[in-house]
């Protein structure tokens, strides 16, 4: 069964940092691209980053230059890593993959609330 956990989020004053990890089981991590949503309060969930089994990433252009998203096959586990944060970063943010079982169906974790605010 596939899940995905993830944790490190927070309260930050603006201009600080987190890194949220996103740690999965129950598929085989390395061969899937992960990515991380986020959705603010009355907005839509947005796709903030994305990296595939080569470890190329895609950035948000909102978070591209601050954001920075890695994964370690090793153990499983995903990271965004949030540096220079902004009030309007303020949501709960999401890991996600699609994965493959008699066909394609995305998982999501719980979320992790990041809240940037002095």
């Known amino acids: 069964q596939v899940q995905l956990v993830e944790s490190g989020g927070g309260l930050v004053q603006p201009g600080g940092s987190l890194t949220l990890s996103c740690a999965a089981s129950?598929?085989?991590?390395?061969?899937?691209?992960l990515n991380w949503y986020r959705q603010a309060p009355g907005k839509q969930r947005e796709l903030v980053a994305s990296?595939?089994?080569?470890?190329?990433?895609n950035i948000a252009d909102s978070v591209k230059g601050r954001f920075t998203i890695s994964r370690d096959n090793a153990k499983n586990t995903g990271y965004l890593q949030m540096n220079s944060l902004r009030p309007e970063d303020t949501a709960v943010y999401f890991c996600h993959v699609d994965y493959y079982q008699s066909g394609w169906r995305e998982y999501w974790g719980r979320g992790t609330q990041v809240t940037v605010s002095s």
């Open positions: 129950g598929y085989a991590f390395s061969t899937y691209p």
């Open positions: 990296i595939a089994t080569d470890g190329a990433a």
